[in-house]
Every structure is written in structure tokens, then in C-alpha cells.
């Protein structure tokens, strides 16, 4: 029988393909299969657009791209899940290490973390490293030269939903707020913002670090604006 190969987990960065770390790199060379999450239909994801400049053209690897839907359906995240995990043990089962590649880090809000878990308990025996990653927070705030966190401050990174009293109590509570995913839930922030008196305090980015990055500093600007999945805001107050 074939050692089971090494499942790991490549943070590739928020965007800058020079972001990805030293280790991370040598494993994408190393690797026979790259895995990375793609949309049932589309373009390619994130995360392999930035890790493919890394593979040869002409190399032997197998791009292998697993579906992870974006549904709240628990039952069909249940089964697509699932068979992602099958997919890629068949590839473990042969020996072959497979490293799946996500934007940011893999442990941070990442579909990593899914076939970890998958992988664990559908085949505890396999080995599993994760490569940490440059978070997409952290490339904010180098893009808006803005400490996040200094002495003793407080700082909360929260994902951005509807519920307007939470998201109050989230900035409240730090002094500095990092919403994820805020594009969807934009105007109800921006004017909260403007109703605690903070809204020159907020910086929002798309995309950041890649060559599609946008940003901006002015919320006047944002108030009709539709972004894409992938935006950011930083709140700081001090």
C-alpha cells in the first residue's frame, strides 16, 4: 500500500503574488496536486489566479479545483463538502501530498478549514501542515499605513452582518475594528458611522494588495457604491 500523502494548508496572501511566503512557494513546487476552492461556475478563484504564477506551464501538476458553494443550505454544504474531502483523499490515498491553496490564511475564514475538518474525520490518518498566510487585514493596513494595534489597544476583527446593535457594540468595545465582507451590509456601516461621529475614521479596500485593488478613505464616495465580495473596512478611532 502507497504512504498516505501530507494534506497541507498554503495561505497565499490577500493579493500581491510577492506576498506569498518562502515556505510556501517551495511546497507549491514540491507538491504533485494543487488544490484550490472554485466557484460550480466561473472564473478562476482567488487564490489559484495568485498560485498558479508559481507553477510552470508545462509542469506535470494537477490543478485540481474543488466546488465550495455559497449557500447557507446546511444540507447541500453537507454533501458538496464531503465529496471534496473523497476527491482528495483519492489523490492522498496514492502518496501523492496535496496542497490546497487559499487566500489570506488558512486558518482565518478560509474554505481550508472545512476540508480540515472533513479530512480529520473521514480519515483521521492522514497528515495534515498548515503554511500561514498574510492575512488581508494586515495588507490594509500596510496599504493605508495604519497600525492596527499599539500598547494597549483593543482591536476586534468581525465579520460584517445586518445586525446594526452588534456591529455597534463591535466598534464600542476595540479601538480599532476590522470589518470583513462588508460590502453587502455597506450603507447600514457607513451610517452608523456617521451616527457615532466616526465616519472620517474608516477606510474601506477592495481586493487589496492585487492589481485590482481599490480604496478609499471618504464614505461619501462609498454611499451608492456596489463592491465586490471581497472588500474591507478598518475603523480606527484613535
Do not use: C
Amino acid at each position: 500500500m502507497s504512504k498516505i500523502g501530507t494534506l497541507y494548508g498554503l495561505g497565499v496572501g490577500p493579493g500581491d503574488p510577492e506576498l506569498i511566503t518562502v515556505k510556501a512557494f517551495r511546497l507549491l513546487q514540491q507538491s504533485p496536486v494543487i488544490a484550490y476552492p472554485k466557484k460550480r461556475m466561473g472564473s478562476k478563484s482567488y487564490a489559484h489566479q495568485i498560485a498558479e504564477l508559481y507553477v510552470k506551464p508545462a509542469s506535470d501538476k494537477e490543478m485540481l479545483g474543488l466546488v465550495f458553494p455559497m449557500t447557507r443550505d446546511q444540507e447541500i454544504l453537507e454533501r458538496e463538502w464531503t465529496n471534496t474531502v473523497e476527491i482528495v483523499w483519492d489523490r492522498l490515498s496514492q502518496g501523492k501530498d496535496v496542497a490546497f491553496v487559499t487566500e489570506g490564511d488558512p486558518l482565518f475564514y478560509s474554505t481550508f478549514i472545512h476540508m480540515m475538518r472533513g479530512m480529520q474525520t473521514a480519515h483521521p490518518e492522514v497528515p495534515i501542515v498548515t503554511i500561514p498566510g498574510v492575512s488581508s487585514f494586515l495588507g490594509a493596513a500596510a496599504r493605508f499605513n495604519l497600525p492596527l494595534a499599539d500598547g494597549d489597544e483593543q482591536i476586534g476583527i468581525i465579520p460584517a452582518t445586518e445586525d446594526r446593535e452588534a456591529m455597534r457594540q463591535a466598534i464600542t468595545g476595540h479601538d480599532t475594528v476590522v470589518f470583513l465582507k462588508v460590502a453587502k451590509v455597506l450603507p447600514m456601516i457607513i451610517d452608523l458611522l456617521k451616527e457615532m461621529g466616526l465616519a472620517d475614521k474608516a477606510a474601506v479596500a477592495t481586493k487589496v494588495t492585487s492589481s485590482e485593488e481599490m480604496v478609499w478613505t471618504d464614505m461619501r464616495e462609498l454611499e451608492r457604491a456596489e463592491l465586490g465580495y471581497l472588500t474591507l473596512m478598518v475603523v480606527k478611532k484613535g
